[in-house]
């Protein structure tokens, strides 16, 4: 009778292969669920970078309309009448403003806050009215000779409405746009230097 067969020795460079392919397949899920966090989040990051842009805190204003100069802008900060701003306009207004090159289409005014909420606001022929009495007056042309939009009538502001205006009548402002939403206002403007 013969003696069974015992299975023979295992090699040993090739004892390791199983239990290192098993090892490395566990071993690299928790490397791929990682990596594939870190992506989701600097994918994350860059929408909000999109959809949540960080206010300008310092801009330079090239507008003689305002105090040409070095501006520092504060966000959140609670904004009262006589108050310089730093405002996107509606998209028409800026549209208009680019194409007549008054200023390009995604930079922002400075502009003092003239009226808000409670006070009433009317645009009559060439006069700006706050609370019956005037306090600015517009050009029916630019100075190249083309008519300036305008708007009539009479709004009581309230709910977070501002009217913009600057001392001069060239002064692209809320006297030929209207009052704008105080949400489009960036913030406060105070200057750092100007010219």
């Given at each position: 009778m013969r003696k069974p067969q015992a299975c023979p020795a295992p090699?040993?460079?090739?004892?390791?292969?199983?239990?290192?392919?098993?090892?490395?397949?566990?071993?690299?899920?928790?490397?791929?669920?990682?990596?594939?966090?870190?992506?989701?989040?600097?994918?994350?990051?860059?929408?909000?970078?999109?959809?949540?842009?960080?206010?300008p805190r310092i801009v330079w204003n090239a507008s003689a309309s305002?105090?040409?100069?070095?501006?520092?802008?504060?966000?959140?900060?609670?904004?009262?009448?006589?108050?310089?701003?730093?405002?996107?306009?509606?998209?028409?207004?800026?549209?208009?403003?680019?194409?007549?090159?008054?200023?390009?289409?995604?930079?922002?005014?400075?502009?003092?806050?003239?009226?808000?909420?409670?006070?009433?606001?009317?645009?009559?022929?060439?006069?700006?009215?706050?609370?019956?009495?005037?306090?600015?007056?517009?050009?029916?042309?630019?100075?190249?000779?083309?008519?300036?939009?305008?708007?009539?009538?009479?709004?009581?502001?309230?709910?977070?409405?501002?009217?913009?205006?600057?001392?001069?009548?060239?002064?692209?402002?809320?006297?030929?746009?209207?009052?704008?939403?105080?949400?489009?206002?960036?913030?406060?403007?105070?200057?750092?230097?100007?010219r």
């Amino acid at each position: 009778m013969r003696k069974p067969q015992a299975c023979p020795a295992p090699m040993p460079l090739l004892d390791w292969a199983p239990p290192l392919a098993r090892q490395l397949r566990h071993g690299r899920r928790p490397v791929f669920i990682a990596g594939g966090i870190g992506l989701a989040l600097i994918g994350l990051a860059a929408s909000l970078d999109f959809a949540i842009q960080p206010a300008p805190r310092i801009v330079w204003n090239a507008s003689a309309s305002a105090p040409i100069g070095l501006w520092r802008i504060h966000p959140n900060t609670r904004l009262r009448t006589g108050d310089m701003v730093l405002a996107n306009t509606p998209e028409t207004v800026r549209q208009l403003a680019a194409r007549r090159r008054y200023v390009p289409a995604n930079v922002p005014l400075v502009k003092r806050i003239a009226a808000r909420d409670g006070d009433d606001v009317c645009a009559i022929g060439r006069e700006i009215f706050v609370n019956g009495r005037p306090v600015a007056k517009r050009l029916s042309h630019d100075r190249a000779g083309r008519l300036l939009p305008g708007w009539q009538g009479c709004e009581l502001l309230h709910d977070g409405r501002l009217l913009l205006l600057m001392d001069g009548p060239d002064s692209f402002d809320g006297r030929y746009f209207g009052p704008i939403d105080e949400d489009a206002v960036i913030g406060k403007a105070t200057p750092l230097w100007l010219r």
